[in-house]
């Protein structure tokens, strides 16, 4: 009993913290968003933002689908579960590197016996997710290379296409490891609950592994869809196909390079300024990716955080 008011006492905590520091994060962008806006105002599509954030739930809808795939059998509220388990978690994920420790968090949240198992089912979602942004990455700086002249771009779009590849190689290796990975550790003489779990928990069969990469296709769609929204309901004139190209660049970079959590959005703008402000304007580009940002997760780990309390 003691153990379970701990746990609720950490999680309210760690509640608190994540929609504190979500606060403090919007409010800055939001004043930089309003000053920016005035001068993007006379050419702005209101329809385009309404589309933006119609797709947010479906975002997320689509990345808690895969997660119920995997670890449906362990859950008692179904998809309503899921879906809970996957906001909370992104607040807290919010809270570490890169957002490292969402896939522990979410399945921290289930309450399940089988921690092991979630987790691991977790991080096959968050892998698969991971390797389709890379590949589109990897296309989208192929279509970068063939479009650039400057030597010092193409350098760096050569190191950051190396690192893409090294990294997809390394990530569809792990997703192919994991479920004898987890298979060899419930073989050990002392993971006997796990071993029993797994009998009864189809989470890494081919079938289901299949529908999770299809999924994070699908939902890397709705994610850049969204991103080109926000460009066009902003006013910019762009070639769709470079647009989309310099998304993918700025979601492989904003995934990639190493950064604390009050640093990632500040990466990901000025990867925006890059790569996306030549193509549709500096100011929009900067405008756009923060209100990516402060819809798709500011707006989401906020309702999270209040959740886990």
Partial sequence: MNSIVTKRR??????ITAWIFVTWKAFPMLSSLVHQGRNLVDEFHPAAL?????LMPINWALESFKWFLLVKSE??????QAYFSVISGLSLGLLTPNRVGEPFARSMLLKSESFVLTTAAALLCSLAQQITTLLFGILGLSIMLNHSDSASSNARLHHILAISIIIALFSATLLLAIPSLVKKIARLSQMKTLRQSLKSLSYFGTKNTLKVTLLSLVRYFVFAGQYLLLLYGLGSSFSWVMAAAAIAIIFVGGSVIPSLVFTNIGIRVALAIIFLGPIAGQNIAIAASTLLWLINIGLVSSIGSILLL
């Fill in 10 to 15: 950490i999680l309210i905590i760690l509640g």
């Fill in 50 to 54: 309404v589309f933006v954030f119609l």
């Fill in 75 to 80: 859950l008692s509220g179904g998809f309503r």
